[in-house]
């Protein structure tokens, strides 16, 4: 059985764009729920595609997604065209994604554990700033980082946030993470590290009463934190189909030549 000839389900954000076009490809081709499923077109933004992986790994029930832009950036979509569907999702390369595990710990000793595809962050939640110990694997490397945040972020989302901190941009299959700090105080010239994606990372808030920390995993977030746990989750694999043109290890790789 060819991609195109797997039962396939439809999926689209609640934005007018991704609405018509659901409309439009539905007209067009056979969806089928997604129960029935044994792969996903998703329409929308890159928002909406970790909604989307979101929502699967809370089910247990992972299937490769093809997703086409119909969002503002859709780093991790396709192009948006109605004609020849069957056609790209054959022709379709596919990428394995392993998503981080966050373990975070409240101040009121609530665990809460949660995947993140592309970052981990710790922030500050009031005008204080955030004092933070950062270990790994169990080795305190940092004792006090004095900042707004820091994140851990996997390849996949090292364009996302982590870009915008000034962290590096990481190629797929590099077998790295990257620790970049949010508005780092002191050390002023400690600007991130690259951490090998077996380590773990702990991040225990110093004094989290009087400065206290939320942790955000994409899209959940925990307020008052003690300690952050992160590792890579390789008991989890995610799959995205992209165009061979519009692959995302090439787009990540030219990411760093945009100025």
Not at 39 to 60: N, P, V
Not at 162 to 167: I, T
């Amino acid at each position: 059985m060819t991609a195109a000839e797997r039962p396939t389900a439809l999926l689209a954000s609640d934005t007018e764009a991704a609405q018509q076009a659901e409309a439009e490809l539905r007209r067009s081709y056979n969806f089928v729920p997604l129960a029935e499923a044994e792969q996903i077109i998703a329409l929308g933004g890159d928002g909406f595609l970790l909604h989307t992986l979101h929502g699967m790994l809370k089910g247990r029930r992972i299937l490769p997604i093809f997703g086409m832009n119909l969002g503002t950036v859709g780093f991790l979509m396709n192009e948006w065209q109605v004609e020849g569907l069957r056609e790209r999702v054959d022709a379709a390369r596919a990428f394995k994604v392993a998503p981080l595990r966050m373990e975070a710990v409240t101040v009121d000793g609530e665990r809460i554990v949660h995947p993140a595809i592309n970052e981990v962050s710790l922030l500050r939640e009031t005008r204080q700033t955030a004092w933070i110990e950062i270990s790994v694997n169990d080795r305190v490397v940092l004792p006090q980082l004095v900042c707004d945040g820091v994140l851990v972020a996997t390849p996949a989302g090292s364009t996302a946030y982590n870009l915008s901190a000034q962290g590096p941009i990481l190629p797929l299959g590099s077998n790295l993470v990257a620790l970049t700090p949010i508005s780092p105080f002191r050390p002023r010239r400690w600007h991130g590290a690259l951490i090998p994606d077996e380590f773990s990372i702990l991040f225990r808030a110093i004094d989290p009463t009087k400065r206290p920390v939320s942790a955000v995993a994409d899209q959940l977030e925990v307020r008052e934190v003690e300690t952050v746990a992160v590792s890579v989750d390789r008991s989890i694999e995610l799959t995205l189909l992209f165009d061979p043109d519009h692959a995302l290890d090439e787009r990540i790789t030219m990411e760093q030549f945009i100025a």
